[in-house]
């Protein structure tokens, strides 16, 4: 890397980006906060609909490259036979992302390694190429946060094209890290200045470790038999939301929809907790209850993605901790593992 | 032709889609013995034969409308009469219960009827048809399932 | 980079759209009652020229408005003309397959996965032991070793199924049977046989114990219901063969063929990627979970 | 804190004893750990265990959704902590036969309400006090009157809105579904081996997060518990989403008790509306 570009910008900073880009007619999500009080990233259309200070958003960044559920593919079939596949694939628009947080910008990287594993996913790369990610350091960690025990950090400026710091209630100083992040700091114009030379970076906030994934993996490696599968899963429900809320969980189902005589074929997510995921049509389950599918996610993100692609497909954003409806816990479950 | 007219126009020529459950032993025999007896109804009815009205899921209904049907009829014995004793029981508790909650979501609850024909009952058939395409022309093509998939999740 | 198997930045990546090949079904054979084999045509003429698969890789076949589904390429990669697939009615898709005539068109992803190590092949006695529709990935591979005849030594061949109805490819197990430098034994379970049967009776492992190949100079492979590979890999060691030089096939459920959908994997190895075929020594060391 | 407070003491002593008597082979019940925002469900095997039990306002989940799982029946009689509404939820698991009344102990707690503030159902609880349990422990509490109309408020409110703008209102509420099946999995009554929505052969309801699916699985959700939801909003609690499904249930919780005098989970000996029929049942709207 070469000379760290920085530029200083109002407290007012995201605001200001959201008219500017808005003004230019560029599609723009920034968090907004909904009558019940969540906050999340939102199509905006003015400066007026955004928030500037929050935790995190309720929703990570993975639904706008693998949506929740997209088409890959329309047919019609004809009088004589014929099937006529579409769609034609309109040309991408430009879509910048403001204010996410540095954890749910790294998972980015881990859904690329995937989407580029040897074939390169189209839909996929197109919305990723079509995208600038304007992430926000931060500067107070939630309790259930733990980025800095999967090797990320508050101010971990991995696949943010921009990191901003400050903002709010301070003047707000920008790392540009990518040509995208040049391209947009153009687009701000005169709400930016390049920073002094010598300006500095803020000191990183402090956010304890919590575990070690290089123990918990030794663990992993050596227990897939194990009376704690049973244990720690027997009160799992089974249900998706760790995996849907997770920003690097990724397994998606394919289905066709069909009335009459045309229909789509969809990629919907899917969630390794469910039971019919690895069920064979034949009835067969080579994971047939809740425990191999509780050992399979833990297995899948400290253990097999390390394996492959060297690193955990966990960003420590503590969304599956917080959301779980019966309070399980993957920082307990990996101290827990870890003693043992 | 002003716009307003040639909407006009369009929905004459429209024709509703309605889509007939009926069971086998009395309102299928009601309209087998309606066109026997050269009684005419409008072929916008679309007949599926089942074996009792109790078989009728509220499943088959929620499909029919997903697959564009712009009315859907559900018809059985008169209580009373079922060839398996009670199934139209059944399904008049099922099937009133369905409505109110496609009433509890907004969805029309006139766009899904409910009714007991007879084998013996041709004349009924036949009027019951001719009324409800009257209704179904009159509110015009069901929209509420057919715009659903137009705004995409983003 | 210091992970596995991963692709390096400098390897060219194959762009994947999901949208499949038209292929026109050109002719179904009835296999059995619940299986039937659909020999299909690119519709497109330069798909056909392109297209290129080794015997073992995998493809995703697919009706529209049913959905796609997982079979091996049961034809040989030898004959160029067309591909096959046997079809077992089993789900959705299956099923919405058999109801397919001659002359529909279907869709096709492919191909995926790796295939049967053709070069440690070569010079080496072949045994290749079957059960019930495992022989579809297995006929792809006789075929193309029979094309190829020279560069292999003795050719063994041991299929059973659990009864007689339930054989498939019955014309080609003839042929097989016919030719003069290919050994064969056929088998049903027993009480699945009909009073005209000429073949075994007994459980696959057990004629496998019978016939007593040697291990010399020997690759097996085999295919089949789980319940017959574990069997057959008892009865293997029992025979002194090194299941170093036995390969298999996995299945399990996919969706993407790729390693992206995230459901294949057992332990660390993906069936679509890293499989479908396994060394049986390499099967062993994995999580017991398929 | 709330009456309940002094409950867990007495819970565990009632605890420890049938683990230590060996009338049951597990207990489930509530625990709480460091940090934990609400109570969740624990597994004790031992006696030894039962400090990790507690009873406090936060005990929302209604641990009858873990009695037909075969993990845990694989673990012998299961003793259970029960609310009066979790109570509601065993007897109708006891009326569809999954389970049997010798396979369970129950431990009835007499609740006050939980939630803080306090939970819309526990204001119009009508069940503080769970009768026919093996043991119940907590100080009785006083039962209010609980008028009709002061049952269904949350089904009443939606029903107050024209038709247009229900249509509006809801959506925009099943546009949000994620289609997790949380809802699903957290729901006592939920139980089946395989869900009408995991069969393809025919595909009645589309597994897509789009409104058509989500309008599809939602109504079949609430036309499968209907005559058999108990109310314990659970489902509600759990939508990551925070879509108002104890709305629909307790619209037709209201359908079934104005058409049918019916009202579930209040015996396991009940007959449920939709296992059978009165020939005087209204006709209205039929043709």
Redo the contacts between chains.
Sequence with gaps: MGEQKLYQASANWLKSAVDALCAAGIEVLAPTQSESGKVDLARVTSSEQVIQSYPNTAFPLKRLFLPMSEVLLEYEKGEEGDVELGPKSAPAKELVILGCRPCDAAALEMLDKVFQWDYSDVPYQEKRDRTTVVSLACSEPSPECFCTSVGGSPQGSEQSDVLVFGGANSAALMQINTAKGEKFIERLADTVTPAPEGTKLPEPTELEQKFDPQKVKGWLDENFESNFWVENSLGCLGCGTCSYLCPTCHCFDIVDEASWNRGQRRRNWDCCSFALFTLHASGHNPRPDQAARYRQRLMHKFKVFPERFGRVACVGCGRCLKNCAVGQNLLADLADIESR | MSEEKQNQSEKSQWQPRIVAFLCNWCSYAGADLAGMSRRGYPAAIKVIRVPCSGKVDPMFVLKSFERGADMVLVSGCHPGDCHYTSGNYHARRKLLAFRELLDFFGIDQRRFKISWVSAAEGAKWSSLVKEITAEAQALGPFKTFATMLQGEPS | MATKNTSTADQALIPLDYKPSKMRIERITEETSDTKTFRLNFCDADEAQRFEFRAGQFGLYSVFGAGEATFCIASSPTRKEYIECSVKRMGKVTAELHQCNEGDIIGFRGPYGNSFPMEQMEGKNLLFIGGGIGLAPLRSLIWNCLDLREQFAEMTILYGARTEADLVYKEELKTWQQMQDVRTAYTVDPGGETPEWKGEVGFVPQILEKMKPSPKNTIVITCGPPIMIKFVLVSLTGLDFSLESAYTTLENRMKCGVGKCGRCNVGNQYVCKDGPVFRCSDLQNLPQEF | MSANGTITQTLREAAAQVLSEEKVGVVIGYGR?D????S????LRKAEEVKRLVFDDLCF?NLA??LPR???RKMGKTGIVVKGCDLRAVNVLLRENVIKREDVLLIGVRCGGVGQPQLPKCSVCELHDPGGCDVVVGEAIEQQEVKAEQRYTE?GK??A?P????????QKQL?KC?????C???CPLCYCK?C?I?K??P??????????GN??WN??R??HL?GRCVGCG?CE??C?M?IPLGA?NQ??AK??DE??GFRSGFSAQEEA??TT???E???????
């Design positions: 750990d940090g934990q925002e609400f969740t469900p624990v597994f989940g959704v873990y075969p993990e845990i089904a939606i029903e809105k038709a247009e703008h229900r249509w509006e209102f809801w546009s994620i289609r997790c099946y949380a699903r999995q957290v395989r009408i995991e393809s052969t595909q009645w309801v589309q597994t897509s997060p789009h409104l058509r309008l599809a109504v079949t609430a036309l209907t659970e609690r759990v990551p925070d629909i619209k037709m359908v079934v058409r049918f509306p939709f029929f009165s020939t049942d209204s006709e209205e709207g039929i043709l």
